[in-house]
C-alpha cells in the first residue's frame, strides 16, 4: 500500500477486499393499514395478478426505508401519511426460493411500518395509479396471508402482532421469527375477524328479553393488574375467551362460563359478575334459521391458573395469554362492539374490585405448568 494511501486497513484485511467481503442488498419498505373491524389492506397488482401485496416497493439508493415507505403510499393509494413506527425487518437471503428467479436479486432487507386505521372518510380518498395496482380490499388477516406468497404473508402476520404487542419490531430472516421473539409471535397468533359479530349490538348491564335463549357464555377474566386471560387455538392461531355453549347440565349460563374456564383454560375465578351481552338477532353467528339468541358475558377474579390440559369437549390444549382488555379485543377480532365491550369490562372491573386499568403491553404467555397465585 502507497506510504500516501489514506485507507486504513480493515482487522488483516485491505480496505478493498473488507469491501467486496460486505453482502449487498436491496432495500424495501411497506406499510400495513387496517380498518376499524381489524382486516388488512391489501392490493391486488397488476404486475402479480392473483398474489396480494402490502401497499410498499423497493427503496431508492440515498433514500431512508421511512421515506420510501410514505413514497409509496403516496403513490400507490394517492394518501399522505406519516408512517408511525417500525413493526417488523426482515432479512431475505439471496437464495430465498420466492425471490431467486427475480433478475440480480442479491437479497433484500424490508422493513414494515404502521400506518394507523383508515376511517371510512381515508378510504373515500384512495386513488389507484393506473396500469399497476388493479384494486385494493380490506380482508381477514388469515385470508390476506393466504393470498400472498408466503414469506410476504408471515412477514405481514409479525407485522400486526408487532402492533398489537407493543413491544418493539419484530425481527425476522427469510419471514421466520428469530429466536423467541415475543409471545405473540411463538404461538404464531392470528388476529381473527370475527364473521358476523361486527353486526350484533352490545348491551352493557341489561338482561335478556323474557324467551330470549342465552346460547353462549364467555368471561373476562382479570388478573390484579387489570390483564385478562384470552386462549389461543393451536390450529390456526385464532383467539378467544374462555367460555362456550350453554348446556343442559349446566346451572345457566354463568356456571356455563365458568365449566368452560375451567375445562378450556384450568382458571379457578371467583366473584363472578354479569356483564352484559350481544344480541344476534337472526342466527347471523350461528347460521340463518337458527333464530334470535343472546350470548352472555361475565367478569371474573383469577384466583390461579392450573397446568395447561387438553379441553375436555375438544381434546385441545390451549395457549394461554394474558394481556390488557383492550389488546384482547384486538385480537378477538369483534369489531366495536368488541371494543366497547373490552372498556364496558375493564371499567366495571376498576369500579367494582379497584382493579387498575391496564395499559397495552407486551403479551404475558402462561406458563404450561401455570401459575400457583397471581400476585399484584
Known sequence: MPADDVREPVGLMAP????????VFWGGAA?????????VLALDPAYRPGRLLLPGGGVDQAERPSAAAAREVAEELGLSVGVRQLLAVDWVSKGNPEFGKVYGFPGETVSIWDGGVLEESDIARIRLPEDEITSFDFLPPAQAAGRMFPIEGRRML???????????????EDG???????????????????????????????????????KQAWVWAFDPLGRVVVLVDPRDGHVVLPGGTVEMDDDGPKAAALREAAEEAALRLHDAA????????????????????????????????????????????????????????????????GAEQAEYAAQTAATRWGIPLSPPQAAIEIPHAGMAALLP
Do not use: C, K
Open 16 to 23: 478493498e477486499d473488507y469491501a467486496r467481503s460486505r453482502a
Open 31 to 39: 406499510v400495513l393499514f387496517t380498518d376499524v373491524e381489524g382486516r
Open 158 to 172: 409479525a407485522a400486526l402482532r408487532a402492533r398489537i404487542d407493543r413491544s418493539g419490531p419484530a425481527v425476522l
Open 176 to 214: 421466520e421469527t428469530v429466536g423467541l421473539g415475543q409471545a405473540l409471535q411463538r404461538l404464531d397468533v392470528v388476529p381473527r375477524i370475527a364473521i358476523g359479530y361486527q353486526d350484533i349490538a352490545w348491551h352493557p348491564a341489561m338482561e335478556p328479553a323474557a324467551g330470549l335463549p342465552v
Open 274 to 337: 354479569y356483564l352484559g351481552y350481544l344480541l344476534d338477532p337472526d342466527g347471523a353467528v350461528y347460521g340463518p334459521g337458527t333464530g334470535a339468541n343472546a350470548r352472555a358475558r361475565y367478569i371474573a377474579r383469577i384466583d390461579s391458573l392450573g397446568p395447561a390440559a387438553p379441553d375436555v369437549a375438544t381434546g385441545i390444549t390451549y395457549g394461554r395469554l394474558l394481556v390488557s382488555p383492550a389488546q384482547a379485543s384486538e385480537l378477538l377480532g369483534l369489531g366495536r362492539a
